[in-house]
């Protein structure tokens, strides 16, 4: 029988607007009243079913300390209840009021040189904060309690953007807080020198008292405080987040809880931060300067998708045109804002919205794009949104539908912040890059891919892609190894397997605790100089490029699949297949080119048995599946500029244009969407 907590855990788990959601961030404490008539009449126009708002209004509601002014957030609530627009609430607290920064300056955030960050911009609190953290709750009990039964509230929003712009904070408080964390986790100080090797240089700490951040220092700071530092920085955020979430569930346990993601964000372990939220959401700026932007997106919207075990999860902001906050801020070419909208949706989005409904006249984001831009209605803007609104409210039986990956690409926050440390054979490695030069032949061959921590149950993957591993754990090992005696096929890349959760080098030589499944040691690390490239001999005789990484690689049992054929290391291996129980692991220890890495990506796939969802794509078509109660659905997309044709295994149609007859070749004009209905199941080679 189910408990009363695990019945609100499925009801609080509902997107509950009908369909996919459609809307964005609403901020009317920005206009005058005469306009919110016309905000909620243009809305319903639009198509908007979900707004979130209130996302900067604590000045507005708590003008002064303790004075609490909800009259006009109370018919903003109604007038949206009214048109029948559901709120996700913001808990108001993303940028306190200037009276607090007066009353409680010690709330203010400091930098490791010692600088205060003064109001006047935003998210200007320090992490660990009790005043912050006192006056926030207060608020969102005020809130809760306000609007717990109102009928526009569908979910709340907890904060913005966590660690945006303070990610980390190296003030006194901080530093109380730092050393509070630090004697929960290792208990005496003892265990604190032995984890931060602190007998190196003079270090060693003689009581706790005597620890602080990572400031400012004549070199490089300790690597184990400056590692435990960032999961503190981490933790000190995700308890702000969760100081309010206990307000809500104490108030409204049944309305869902969710905060936005910045895309995938360094300071923010988004797999610890999903198990606290009932519907995962993000914020994806695609660049429409940028010709790769939707690999990009692709790998945070994967990731986001796979925080919570797969899921339906939301597009909380993306912007209807441009944004103000790169150097050069390029519109949205017409189509694109569809293109990218239906994206998040082909890789599991149950609503889109935007950054913001109304584009502001005043403030740092007055150009911004917005919904309704400042030329109002008879806009081109516009007009895309209205007609994606349309659009959407037309597929309501997609939402729900998830999506399964036989491949998985590892991901772990803890080595990310332990890989860009300084004090490293080379200060080049660049997480996201060497993620995304994984994950990119994956996308273009139409590959769906979860991403996980090392710590996931890998046994429904064939393939498990570990981009970079530097800092493991013995027992992530031994589930990577596991997996490849069972029969899972697996591909490792350089400078993994080093360290342990102390930025401790592994003893038994590196990659040690992956050394009995790769089949190889590694004996040094050999970075080129920077802008030098190497040439890799592959088994079929072609030579490419590779550079940003080389090591000397000794095979025990793996055989040599690809060698360096330039420079110091030529002749040795740079990519390793290792035939070990059931399955195979591959090791790469050099960046290989895209092309290389592509076609090695595609051997290991065909080892692994994986076929994309639709075989022979056009390149810069995606194609993804969803699938559900209300269907099967697969997803074309052509990223490209030109018109191009998808040949299907049966004839199919699109049900964005309905009334098409069914064909057996789909025409996508460039940033052209199809969503066919199928029954039809996808193409995989053999059986593990
Ligand atoms: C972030 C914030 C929004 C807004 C947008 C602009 O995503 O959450 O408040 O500043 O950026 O792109």
């Not at 700071?221 to 920085?233: C, I, T, V, W």
């Not at 931060?273 to 692709?298: C, F, L, N, R």
């Amino acid at each position: 029988m189910q408990q009363p907590d695990e019945v609100a855990t499925d009801a609080r788990q509902r997107l509950r607007p009908a369909g996919i959601a459609f809307g964005g961030d609403y901020n009317p404490e920005q206009w005058p009243e005469e306009v919110w008539a016309e905000d909620v009449a243009l809305m319903k126009e639009a198509g908007v079913s979900l707004v979130t708002a209130g996302i900067f209004s604590w000045a507005k509601v708590e003008p002064r300390p303790g004075e609490f002014d909800f009259a006009w957030s109370d018919r903003v609530m109604d007038n949206l209840a009214g048109a029948g627009v559901a709120v996700c609430l913001a808990t108001m607290t993303a940028s306190p009021p200037p009276w607090l920064s007066r009353l409680h300056p010690e709330i203010l955030p400091e930098t490791a040189d010692g600088r205060r960050m003064w109001p006047g911009g935003r998210q200007h609190y320090c992490p660990s904060s009790g005043v912050y953290r006192r006056y926030a709750t207060r608020l969102v009990e005020q809130l809760a309690t306000r609007y717990a039964d109102h009928p526009a509230l569908e979910m709340w929003h907890i904060g913005n953007e966590y660690g945006c712009h303070t990610p980390m904070c190296w003030c006194d408080g901080s530093a109380a807080d730092f050393r509070r964390w630090l004697s929960d986790r290792y208990g005496d100080i003892g265990a604190l020198n032995d984890a931060w090797s602190t007998a190196f240089w003079s270090q060693g700490y003689d009581s706790f008292d005597e620890v602080l951040p990572p400031r400012l220092a004549p070199t490089f700071p300790n690597p184990g405080q400056q590692l435990d530092f960032a999961r503190f920085s981490d933790d000190a955020l995700l308890q702000c987040y969760l100081a309010e979430k206990e307000v809500l569930r104490r108030i409204t346990p049944d309305v869902p809880v969710t905060t936005n993601f910045i895309g995938v964000h360094k300071p923010v372990d988004a797999f610890r931060w999903a198990a606290e939220q009932d519907v995962v959401s993000v914020d994806v700026y695609q660049d429409p300067h940028d010709h790769d932007t939707h690999i990009a997106a692709g790998f945070i919207f994967d990731v986001t998708r796979s925080a919570r075990g797969g899921r339906p999860w939301m597009l909380m902001e993306q912007a209807p045109s441009a944004v103000n906050w790169r150097d050069r801020n390029g519109p949205k070419p017409p189509g694109r804002m569809r293109l990218w909208s239906w994206q998040a949706i082909a890789q599991g989005a149950d609503a889109v919205l935007y950054f913001q409904w109304r584009q502001s006249r005043g403030g740092a984001e007055k150009y911004h794009s917005a919904m309704l831009p400042h030329g109002g209605t008879e806009t081109r803007t516009f007009r895309e949104v209205r007609e994606l609104g349309r659009e959407l409210a037309s597929v309501p039986q997609i939402a729900g539908a998830r999506s399964t990956a036989e491949v998985a690409l590892v991901l772990d926050w803890n080595s990310w912040w332990a890989l860009e440390l300084d004090s490293h054979p080379s200060t080049a490695l660049d997480q996201m890059n060497i993620a995304l030069a994984h994950y990119r032949p994956l996308f273009e061959a139409g590959i769906t891919c979860d991403v996980v921590p090392p710590d996931r149950d890998l046994s429904g993957y064939r393939l498990v892609v570990v981009p970079n591993l530097y800092l493991i754990r013995e027992r992530d090992a031994e589930r990577l190894t596991d997996f490849v005696r069972g029969g899972g096929h697996l591909l490792v890349s350089f400078f993994s397997g080093v360290v342990d959760e102390c930025d401790r080098v592994h003893p038994g030589g590196y990659p040690a605790p992956l050394r009995e499944v790769l089949g190889l040691h590694v004996e040094e690390f050999w970075p080129p100089a920077e802008r030098e490239t190497v040439n890799v001999r592959h088994r079929d005789g072609t030579v490419s490029g590779a550079d940003l990484w080389s090591e000397v690689v000794v095979p025990e049992s793996a055989e040599t699949v690809a060698v360096f054929d330039s420079g110091a290391l030529t002749g040795q291996p740079a990519v390793t297949r290792h035939a070990f129980g059931e399955g195979s692991a591959w090791y790469v220890a050099t960046r290989l080119a895209p092309r290389a890495m592509r076609n090695l990506m595609d051997e290991v796939r065909d080892t692994a048995g994986v076929g994309p969802v639709v075989t022979g794509l056009p390149e810069q078509v995606q194609a993804t599946v969803r699938e559900g109660d209300g269907g099967r659905f697969v997803f074309l997309l052509n990223h490209g500029r030109e018109q191009v044709e998808v040949g299907l295994p049966e004839p199919m149609s699109d049900l964005l244009t309905q009334g098409t007859a069914p064909s057996d070749r789909i025409r996508l004009p460039g940033a052209g969407v199809a969503v066919l209905s199928t029954p039809w199941t996808r193409h995989t080679k053999g059986q593990r």
